[in-house]
C-alpha cells in the first residue's frame, strides 16, 4: 500500500514540475499565459488566428525573439523562436 501511495505521489508530482518549451504549453489560451506571469504583446491578428510576442520566464540564450499563435478555439498550437543573425561566408562558414 505505502509503494501504491508513493508512486502516485512521485506520477502527481512529476506532471506539475513538467513545463512545455520555454514554459509555454501548447493548448494555453492567452489567460494561460497571464496566469502562468508570462508576459506578451499581440503582434498580429488574422481571423480566428492571433499571434503574439512573448517573453518567457525560461528563455534559452540562443533565441532572442519568441512568438505564439494562437486559435481563438485550440489556444496555442505553435511557437516560434528567433535567434540573432549569424554573418557566413558564401560557402556556409
Not at 13 to 31: C, H, K, L
Not at 47 to 60: A, T
Amino acid at each position: 500500500m505505502k509503494k501504491a501511495v508513493g508512486v502516485l505521489l512521485l506520477l502527481c508530482a512529476s506532471m506539475m514540475v513538467y513545463a512545455g518549451p520555454f514554459g509555454i504549453e501548447m493548448g494555453w489560451s492567452v489567460e494561460g499565459l497571464e496566469y502562468n506571469k508570462i508576459a506578451y504583446e499581440l503582434y498580429s491578428t488574422s481571423g480566428n488566428i492571433s499571434i503574439y510576442e512573448v517573453f518567457p520566464l525560461n528563455p534559452h540564450p540562443d533565441f532572442s525573439e519568441y512568438y505564439v499563435w494562437v486559435d481563438s478555439g485550440y489556444g496555442i498550437y505553435m511557437i516560434e523562436a528567433y535567434g540573432d543573425y549569424i554573418d557566413t561566408t558564401p560557402d556556409g562558414a
